[in-house]
């Protein structure tokens, strides 16, 4: 028998790290440093941890192996929390290189706290940087500047990262993807504002890559191009790869796409992909032409309505729309037009958005002449500006709260028209407004509850026939995933005959407009 001790492992000399929102996500980022580690990758880890593990037992895990250099992926969702991570690491292991980069800490790195606390950031691109970086400390020949802006290089030199997807990774999280980097447009809210054109992968390495992942098992691709749609032949040789796996197996995508660019080759295409694999991020922002003007954003407002309502019509994609609440010169009237006008073009989903002033971006040339006061902690969202007051943005940022809760949500398919009516906006934000009243929350609200508070609103605020409302929920109940019928509707006749009318004793009850009598209605 053997009892030769085996040698150890060599404890890996660096560390790539960062903190995602949730398990689910995976850092693109890391693994194209990753990727392009050279001689070093034998001596590099990627650790992944989320903003919800408590700091102090990040660091224990990143110093566990007693790493020289850590680098660490830093993005606006976990400034804050890699801040304090950065600040343990200086405490207890001072002689740990750290060295930052992403989006967050690429720009006005001398006002933040912790590009001061860090020994190196990289301002930009790091895919080569890094290592570049990494093998002169290793050397003994540190860089002679704190702040490294990288060598611009071509996309044809650097490593693709997608081998450094794990197996776990494939069963568990989100595998994203990328065929160009760059935007051409200049919206002045956006950091890809800041890059001066779109800079395409090689198709056909890239369609290689993508074959790889297909035959390791990966049925979700998650395209982050921020203009998917910008080169249309290249766009259809990429949809036209993925309708090919289907024949073997369905697989789900996600694109980004410019809203006023669908020509006719490409809609071709869409409509050849069956229900359940296709979606579309569709950034709309704001529908009004002067604030476009104003924020450099180019779109033709009429080509976008014809294209959404083209895609809902003819196509079996899932439409997820943006808006922007507090974009510079857009008042709450501005806001309201431009929402009500999405809704009748009726994506699946209207992300509501709040404005966030990302650091590098032109959007702060406005903050002057609109007033415009930002949140000074991460994510930096705007507090006020001169057209709308910090209570009245807070009140729209409940809205939005509220909104992704119960219409993003899909739960609650059958009321979703009736609460919306004729004017969603005003008929929305007075179901927000009541919420906030009579829960004093935006989070944490649990399902039941919900049911139950929609049930009070609708019969008490929108004065609608309780039988009405209750067979309305009891389907959206049904779907939910909770079982059996309304467990409250039974009790709440009494309660509802003192409350509902608050003083209007002759007002009657409406019935449902004859339009929304069908089923169908609410499924649209």
Known sequence: ??????????????????????????????????????????????LEFTINTRPIDIVE??????PAIIGLGV????????????????????????????????YETGEQEITTLADYTISGQGDLAFAEVCTQILDGKKPLQKVIHPAPFKLADIQLPYYEYSDEDIRNRVIYVEASRGCPFRCEFCLSSLDKTVYPFDLDIFLNEMENLFQRGVRSFKFIDRTFNLKIASSIRIMEFFLQ???????????ELVPDHLPEKLKSTIQQFPEHSLQFEIGIQSLNPDIQQLISRKQDNHKVEQNLQWL???????????????????????????FDRLVKMAPHEIQVGILKRLRGTPII?????FDIRYNPQAPYEILSNKLISFSEMQRLK????YWDMIANSGRFKFIKNVLLGETPFENFIHLSDWLYENTDQTHHIALPRL??????????????????????????????????????????????SRTAHRGSESRQKRHLPAHLENEEAYRR
């Open 398 to 401: 409940r809205f939005a709260r």
């Open 1 to 46: 028998m053997n009892t030769a001790k085996s040698e150890p492992v060599r404890a890996p000399g660096i560390i790539l790290a960062t903190l995602n929102a949730r398990y689910i996500h995976s850092s693109l980022g890391l693994r194209y440093l990753l990727a392009n580690m050279g001689s070093l990758r034998p001596h590099t880890r990627l």
């Open 75 to 106: 993005y606006i969702w976990n400034a804050s929390e890699t801040l304090q991570v950065v600040r343990l690491l200086k405490e207890v292991s001072p002689e740990t290189i750290i060295i930052l980069g992403g989006p967050e800490v690429s």
């Open 245 to 255: 796996k289907m024949q073997q197996q369905r697989v789900y995508l996600h694109f």
């Open 312 to 338: 809902r019509q003819h196509s079996h994609a899932h439409i997820h729309a943006d808006l922007i609440i507090g974009l510079p010169g857009e008042s709450i009237e501005s806001f309201a037009a431009g």
């Open 451 to 496: 049911f139950r508070l929609l049930y009070r609103f609708m019969t008490e605020e929108m004065n609608l026939e309780q039988a009405q409302v209750t067979e309305l929920l009891n389907k959206d109940y049904n779907l939910s995933g909770l079982k059996g019928q309304l467990p409250f509707t039974n009790n709440q006749n009494n309660k509802n």
């Open 61 to 66: 895990n990143l110093l566990r192996t007693k």
């Open 365 to 369: 040339r406005h903050s002057d002449e």
